[in-house]
T-cell receptor, first 116, second 113 residues
Framework: GNSVTQMEGPVTLSEEAFLTINCTYT??????LFWYVQYPGEGLQLLLK?????DKGSNKGFEATYRKETTSFHLEKGSVQVSDSAVYFC???????????????FGKGTLLTVNP | SQTIHQWPATLVQPVGSPLSLECTVE??????LYWYRQAAGRGLQLLFY??????ISSEVPQNLSASRPQDRQFILSSKKLLLSDSGFYLC????????????FGEGSWLTVV
């Protein structure tokens, strides 16, 4: 079956530091890949996505490139801010077994804390 | 634009009591609907999904059930809650004609005591 593995947290950085959160996946076929962000006490928000190999998703200074050869989708940001403190989830999407809708398979999430 | 709302946002229920969480989607028709659960310190688990009124698929055996009485309404229920049902429950939707992106509601915190 499909699976997503992302780096264990928590990750603690100082403001303006470089961020990398690793994510690798196992899937049959050609899934789409996503990063979601969950701020404290809130639901999940879509941060960025990529739908095919070599696509780069980007939003709010974050970016991730869909690497089929290494089955990876690592999240990066050049200079983090305190407001980026949140839990980040890597996910892949593919059709369910019945072929009638997509479902997401999530990693376990990585807690990021950015200190001023 | 499309919006999704779920309620209540927070509830504390005794063991053995019933549960009803509601979710509605606005601004779209015939969405795919989902219920996910996030247990403390763990990732998200898909509980149910629905591709249409009255059509419910369960991903894992459990103490919960789901119903879709109207096109844009999705309800998560239990007749008798267990302590292990505690967690953060997220409703979500996707557009079956618009690709594979899934959008989440604000979430509902359930504590079973």
């Amino acid at each position: 079956g499909n699976s997503v593995t992302q780096m264990e947290g928590p990750v603690t950085l100082s403001e303006e530091a470089f961020l990398t959160i690793n994510c690798t996946y196992t899937a049959t076929g050609y899934p789409s890949l996503f990063w979601y962000v969950q701020y404290p006490g809130e639901g999940l928000q879509l941060l960025l996505k990529a739908t095919k190999a070599d696509d780069k998703g980007s939003n709010k200074g974050f970016e991730a490139t869909y690497r089929k050869e290494t089955t990876s989708f690592h999240l990066e940001k050049g200079s983090v801010q305190v407001s980026d403190s949140a839990v980040y989830f890597c996910a892949l999407s593919d059709l369910n077994s019945g072929g009638s809708n997509y479902k997401l398979t999530f990693g376990k999430g990585t807690l990021l804390t950015v200190n001023p | 634009s499309q919006t999704i709302h779920q309620w209540p946002a927070t509830l504390v229920q005794p063991v053995g009591s019933p549960l009803s969480l509601e979710c509605t989607v606005e601004g779209t028709s015939n969405p795919n609907l989902y219920w996910y659960r996030q247990a403390a310190g763990r990732g998200l688990q898909l509980l149910f999904y629905s591709v249409g009124i009255g059509q419910i698929s369960s991903e894992v055996p459990q103490n919960l059930s789901a119903s879709r009485p109207q096109d844009r309404q999705f309800i998560l229920s239990s007749k008798k809650l267990l302590l292990s049902d505690s967690g953060f429950y997220l409703c979500a939707w996707s557009d079956p004609a618009g690709g594979n992106t899934i959008y989440f509601g604000e979430g509902s915190w359930l504590t079973v005591v």
